[in-house]
Each structure stands twice: as C-alpha cells, then as structure tokens.
C-alpha cells in the first residue's frame, strides 16, 4: 500500500511539474508577445496612433507610402419629397504632416456653362440627383475647383446629433442669436449667443442656422461674418472642427463601438475599408489646430432670363485658393513668413 502511495504522489508530482513547465513557456511567450507589441506600437508612432497601426497589420514604412487623402463630404438634408446637399466640402488630410483642408462649396454655387439658362437644376446641390448619383456631385466639385477627388463620404443630418449626444456634448460658441422655427421642416432653432455645451439636438441647430424669422426681424449673420449662406458655412466648418476636437479625446476611444454603430446607420461611402484602415491610425492623432478651412471665392448673382439667384464662382481665384490650400501647402506657409518678416521691419522702421 505505501509503495503504491509513493508512486501515486511520484506521479501526482510529475504532473505538477510538467503544468508549471507550460505554465512557465505560456507566461514567456506571453511576455515575449507582449515586449514585442510594445516595440511594435513605438515602432509605429507610440500612444494610440502606434496601437491601431500595430492592431490593422501597419508597420514603420507604412507611413512612409501613404499620400494625401482626398474626399467630398455630402450633407444631406430632407424637406418633404427633395433631398439635396446643403453641405458640401472638398477635404483633404495628409497624415505625414497632419495637416487637413476644408473647402465649403455653397449650395447654389452654378455646374453649367451658359449663365443665361441658369436655373435651379444647374445648382450644385441638385448635382447629388436625390441621393442617386453622389459620384455626379464629386465630378461637378472636380471640374469646379480642379481637383481629382474620388471618395466622397455622404453624412445625415443625424450622425452629427447622434456622435454629439455620445461625447456627452459639444462646448461651442455660438456666435450669435438663433431664433427661427419652420414648421415644414420640422426645424425649430432657439439658441442663446456664447460659449456653452451644446447636446445633439442643439448641434444640429447651429448648423442649419440662416437667419433668424419674424420675431427678430428676419436678421443674419454679420457681413463680418458672412451672412447667410456663407455664415452657415463657416458655422458648420467650426463646429466639425470643435467636434473633431472633442471626439479625439483619448477617453473617447472606449466609445469607439458607438461610434461604429452611428457611422453605420448614417454614413455612406465609396472609399473602400483598406484606405479606411490605412488612414485611421494617424487620423486619432491629428490636431484641429492644423485644419485650414475656406469658402469657394466667388459671388451671388440674379439671373435675369430665369429670375434664378445663383452663386458663380471666381475662376481665377478659386484655381489660386486650390493650389494654396490643397496642391502646394508651402505657398501658405511662405506667405505666412513673408507677412511676419513684413510686421517685424514695419515695427523696427517705427
């Protein structure tokens, strides 16, 4: 009996030690895994950009082959029967240098070619054919401004309420008061002037803002400011930039499954998952700071022959404005020097 005790526990010894043997080579592969994610994630930029980038298989050259990206951002809106794209703006987001550009293309803004016969169908928000055909709005957008664009993101109004309401709200100063309600549309705007948190329902308010209606004296945006069309636009333009901002936060990442669901539900795009994935790593790091955002140069016109009001834009300035902003980013900056290096010799002369 104690012979076959001796062999049991001989046994049940064995068994232990070969447990603690794999044990022991499962907690190094997991240590030699983990050091070498780590060396990976640094490899890859470090912090959150280094840990995406490592996750979707991108190494330290990946960076290296990656060129500006281009794409139209297509704000549909929905009265009655008429879809149409009130917003629309050309981007670009170059992940070497993380910088990015925004150029608002007004609604009205003219995509034919004979100013006599320009009536509402020629108006660029008509381009997108009522959700049809968003390729034809990307080449009336190409053939205004000169660009190549081939992605265009198409947004609802909703996604902008719903990632607003997921961050817990926007701070935003809202640069004036807002008073408008139009039954029609189911659009009801009432918001206070200055710095405050706006919710979902408050976002798309600002955004959608004009003018205010009878009880303020249909009055709009300052000239300063644009008025207007133009005012919504620069509106809209700030409030992206301030909710990118805000959605950046590094706490905001756990959320990331929310997001995920919102895009799905109101976001729709051409650009295939592999240019998702190659960009999204460096997308977490980039800066509002670094967003350059501009207006489509040119002037609202009354068309005679079709009683039509339309937005025709400057071609000269708008080729100069493009190539500035988008095609040679260093023009800005050497413009940028040259007005410093111009104050510092007016304030040494003086």
Not at 144 to 169: A, F, P, Q, R, S
Not at 241 to 247: D, G, P
Not at 252 to 278: C, E, H, Q, S, W
């Amino acid at each position: 009996m104690e012979k076959k005790n001796i062999a049991r526990e001989k046994q049940t010894g064995k068994k232990k030690r070969t447990w603690l043997k794999i044990l022991l080579v499962i907690l190094i592969i997991i240590a030699a895994a983990s050091i070498y994610f780590v060396y990976k994630i640094n490899k890859n930029g470090g912090g959150m950009q280094g840990m995406i980038a490592t996750l979707v298989g991108h190494d330290a050259e990946t960076l290296k082959d990656l060129e500006p990206l281009y794409f139209l951002i297509l704000g549909e809106s929905v009265s009655g029967d008429s879809r149409l794209t009130d917003t629309i703006v050309a981007c670009k987001y170059d992940p070497k240098t993380q910088t990015a550009a925004m150029l608002s293309i007004p609604r009205d803004t003219y995509t034919g070619t004979d100013r006599s016969r320009a009536s509402a169908y020629y108006k660029i928000n008509n381009a997108y054919r009522g959700g049809e055909d968003p390729e034809n709005a990307v080449e009336a957008v190409n053939k205004i401004t000169g660009l190549d664009i081939e992605y265009y993101v198409w947004v609802n109004t909703n996604v902008l309420k719903e990632i607003v309401d997921e961050i817990g709200g926007v701070y935003f100063d809202v640069p004036m008061r807002m008073l408008y309600r139009d039954t029609s549309q189911n659009l009801d705007i009432d918001l206070q002037e200055g710095y405050q948190l706006l919710n979902g329902d408050q976002a798309e308010q600002v955004v959608r803002f004009r003018h205010n209606d009878e009880r303020l004296n249909w009055t709009t945006y300052p000239p300063e400011y644009g008025i207007e069309d133009y005012g919504r636009m620069r509106t809209q333009r700030e409030f992206i930039s301030a909710t990118l901002q805000q959605t950046l936060k590094p706490e905001n990442i756990l959320k990331i499954g929310g997001f995920i669901d919102i895009a799905y539900r109101n976001i729709k795009t051409n650009m295939p998952l592999d240019v998702i994935k190659d960009y999204l790593p460096y997308a977490v790091n980039f800066s509002t700071e670094n967003l350059q955002t501009e207006t489509l140069p040119g002037s609202d016109q009354y068309v005679e022959t079709t009683g039509t009001y339309m937005f025709f834009h400057n071609t000269q300035k708008t080729e100069e404005l493009v190539n500035r902003i988008f095609l040679n980013p260093t023009l800005q900056e050497d413009e940028e020097n040259a007005n410093n290096v111009k104050e510092t010799n007016n304030i040494i002369e003086e």
